[in-house]
């Protein structure tokens, strides 16, 4: 987790140096890009990737959990690890929806940007500054949340979900990239 806590610190530098950059994101394929909120995935997608990791190991072990067996993987997530996830989810999402009206606040006021009549760019600019940090603070508190609240094997299996997802995002964007580029 050290190594999250690292990525959004060097982050957060860079948007106080310049937002709008992480904004087009040019590191990013146009698929990756296509999903991003606020410059970053959406913190919701966790519950997403742990409800579907969930899921297909449940179904995987059903027989085992009939006859009481317990796996101990992401597929047996207990009773009050599902009920502290779905809390979790709806503490998340009200954040969400709080950050995008604040997003969509600062955007109502783009026409005084592009109309040159915009008094105080700076401040705007460091409002924008202010919404990154906030999804960004969310993205990092949501997946540490979600990390605490499983066992070590459930934690290890939820961050290799994880960097399947991005990376296979991350491979799929490519190849759709290069195929665009050849038509």
């Not at 999402?93 to 709080?98: D, Q």
């Not at 401040?123 to 066992?151: C, G, H, N, P």
């Amino acid at each position: 987790m050290t190594h999250y806590d690292e990525y959004y610190r060097v982050k957060s530098l860079a948007a106080k140096n310049d937002v709008l950059s992480l904004f087009s994101a040019p590191w990013l394929n146009f698929l990756e890009r296509s999903l991003h909120w606020i410059v970053g995935w959406r913190p919701t997608t966790l519950f997403h990737l742990v409800y579907t990791e969930s899921s297909i190991l449940f179904e995987s072990h059903v027989i085992d959990i009939l006859r009481g067996v317990r796996t101990g993987d992401l597929g047996d997530l207990s009773p009050s690890q599902l009920g502290r996830v779905s809390e979790l989810q709806c503490e998340t999402v009200r954040e969400e929806n709080a950050i995008n009206d604040e997003l969509s606040k600062w955007q109502e006021g783009v026409s005084e940007i592009v109309g040159r009549t915009c008094v105080d760019l700076d401040e705007k600019i460091q409002r924008m500054v202010s919404i990154v940090e906030k999804a960004e603070d969310l993205r990092l508190r949501t997946f540490k949340e979600l990390v605490q609240l499983l066992t070590p094997q459930q934690a290890t299996e939820f961050l290799v979900a994880a960097a399947e997802l991005q990376f296979g995002v991350h491979w799929w964007g490519l190849n759709q990239d290069r195929q665009r580029r050849r038509l």
